[in-house]
């Protein structure tokens, strides 16, 4: 029983008068660990396509992660 895989796909749009970047995904990508797979490979990828090496992508994480994970108030996410 072979199952046609679809293809999904995550749409990011800066919106500079709010601040924030607004993510549309396709309806067939429902689970937020693919989800967060794809966008996390997508950010490994980039960052190696600009020449970032290993201790740079951790100083970065370690930069700006409190703005993605404070509270509802203060957290990125909480706009998505």
């Known amino acids: 029983m072979n199952e046609e895989i679809e293809n999904k796909s995550i749409k990011l749009e ?16 429902t689970d937020s ?13 980039y960052c190696a396509s600009q020449g970032l090496d290993k201790q740079e992508v ?7 992660y409190d703005q993605f994970t404070g509270g509802a108030s203060t957290s990125l996410f909480s706009r998505l």
């Open 58 to 64: 951790i100083e970065m994480v370690n930069s700006n």
């Open 33 to 45: 660990r693919e989800r967060g797979y794809i966008l996390s490979a997508a950010l490994f990828a």
């Open 14 to 29: 800066t919106d500079y008068k709010d601040q924030a970047i607004n993510m549309k995904f396709s309806d067939n990508l």
